[in-house]
């Protein structure tokens, strides 16, 4: 496994110093000052460079590493949705749960692979627990719209983002001691449909596919994207337990419903006046920012594994 974790990283960092050494060309040659588009692509990159480095010290530590990061992208992507959503005095308890014991509880839960008791603790346990903390307070004031922030925070933040290192849970035959491998090829297919969306759109876009939601989106670049990761889906299927066409196949539902996944996420942004989640990611916005299709797309993707390959 470390082998081929070694290829991937090795490839990761090829296609990264290539992107580098682009933009360092593009920037030298175009006129001063800078264009904002070569700025904002410089940014990315460099933004890209901290993130590989930090899931490849993660790889590393292996189960516990992975455990420890995701947790840790839940608190910041959290922390990035309560502040952009109403809040009252009276929802101070509900929120410190929500950092203090729903986040180590959910996280504990993956790494003691309870799975019982993993994918109902939020969904049933908070959901009805959550509200009724609040409404003994007696505080009714827009009291149905800050439950469901409250709720929709924990699902996207804490319960859709805790499936990644669930991953490592499974147990598929033949595949035994590389679940981190189905960590690389989802991030990879995912955040890399997520790059060719963006292209596709840019050389071919003309159709927008959601102009009030979404004005960058295209019918253009969802398709080629789409087309264009199940293809790299199928190349990576051999870090995986699926044969190229069964790679092929999830990679396109996976990050099928990572579009769907940014989708909603810029209806929320839109919904509350602002165009990033926050600021922590330089070039690229917020946390949720950079998860938001990979929140849609590991709930489906563990399940599907779950279902279809473990035993």
Same mark, same amino acid.
């Given at each position: 496994?470390?082998?081929?974790?070694?290829?991937?990283?090795?490839?990761?960092?090829?296609?990264?110093?290539?992107?580098?050494?682009?933009?360092?060309?593009?920037?030298?040659?175009?006129? +001063?000052?800078?264009? %904002?588009?070569?700025?904002?692509?410089?940014?990315?990159?460099?933004?890209?460079?901290?993130?590989?480095?930090?899931?490849?010290?993660?790889?590393?530590?292996?189960?516990?590493?992975?455990?420890?990061?995701?947790?840790?992208?839940?608190?910041?992507?959290?922390?990035?949705?309560?502040?952009?959503?109403?809040?009252?005095?009276?929802?101070?308890?509900?929120?410190? @749960?929500?950092?203090?014991?729903?986040? !180590?509880?959910?996280?504990?839960?993956?790494?003691?692979?309870?799975?019982?008791?993993?994918?109902?603790?939020?969904?049933?346990?908070?959901?009805?627990?959550?509200?009724?903390?609040?409404?003994?307070?007696?505080?009714?004031?827009?009291?149905?719209?800050?439950?469901?922030?409250? $709720?929709?925070?924990?699902?996207?933040?804490?319960?859709?983002?805790?499936?990644?290192?669930?991953?490592?849970?499974?147990?598929? !035959?033949?595949?035994? @001691?590389?679940?981190?491998?189905?960590? %690389?090829?989802?991030?990879?297919?995912? $955040? @890399?449909?997520?790059?060719?969306?963006?292209?596709?759109?840019?050389?071919?876009?003309?159709?927008?596919?959601?102009?009030?939601?979404?004005?960058?989106?295209?019918?253009?670049?969802?398709?080629?994207?789409?087309?264009?990761?199940?293809?790299?889906?199928?190349?990576?299927?051999?870090?995986?337990?699926?044969?190229?066409? $069964?790679?092929?196949?999830?990679?396109?539902?996976?990050?099928?419903?990572?579009?769907? =996944? =940014?989708?909603?996420?810029?209806?929320?942004?839109?919904? $509350?006046?602002? +165009?990033?989640?926050?600021?922590?990611?330089?070039?690229? =916005?917020?946390?949720?920012?950079?998860?938001?299709?990979?929140?849609?797309?590991?709930?489906?993707?563990?399940?599907?594994?779950?279902?279809?390959?473990?035993?």
């Amino acid at each position: 496994m470390r082998h081929d974790i070694s290829i991937l990283i090795i490839g990761l960092f090829v296609v990264l110093t290539t992107a580098s050494a682009t933009a360092a060309v593009l920037s030298a040659r175009a006129p +001063k000052p800078l264009s %904002a588009t070569l700025t904002n692509l410089s940014q990315r990159i460099n933004a890209w460079w901290v993130m590989v480095a930090l899931m490849t010290v993660a790889f590393f530590f292996g189960r516990y590493g992975m455990t420890i990061l995701f947790a840790l992208i839940s608190f910041a992507a959290l922390r990035e949705f309560v502040t952009l959503t109403h809040s009252r005095r009276s929802d101070h308890w509900v929120l410190l @749960g929500m950092f203090g014991i729903v986040i !180590p509880f959910q996280y504990w839960l993956v790494w003691t692979a309870w799975y019982g008791l993993f994918v109902i603790f939020i969904p049933v346990y908070c959901f009805l627990l959550m509200p009724a903390i609040t409404a003994l307070h007696g505080d009714t004031e827009r009291f149905l719209e800050r439950i469901a922030a409250q $709720q929709w925070a924990i699902m996207i933040s804490v319960y859709c983002v805790s499936h990644v290192p669930a991953l490592l849970t499974l147990n598929v !035959p033949g595949f035994e @001691g590389r679940n981190l491998l189905l960590i %690389a090829f989802l991030i990879i297919v995912v $955040q @890399g449909s997520d790059v060719l969306q963006y292209i596709f759109g840019k050389l071919f876009g003309k159709h927008r596919f959601s102009p009030t939601v979404s004005p960058s989106k295209t019918w253009e670049g969802l398709i080629g994207g789409l087309v264009a990761s199940s293809l790299l889906g199928a190349l990576l299927s051999f870090i995986t337990p699926f044969s190229p066409l $069964q790679a092929s196949a999830v990679a396109f539902v996976a990050c099928t419903m990572g579009f769907l =996944g =940014g989708l909603v996420a810029s209806a929320i942004k839109r919904d $509350q006046g602002v +165009k990033d989640w926050g600021h922590l990611i330089e070039g690229h =916005g917020g946390m949720l920012d950079r998860t938001d299709s990979l929140v849609f797309a590991a709930p489906i993707f563990f399940h599907i594994v779950r279902y279809f390959w473990t035993v």
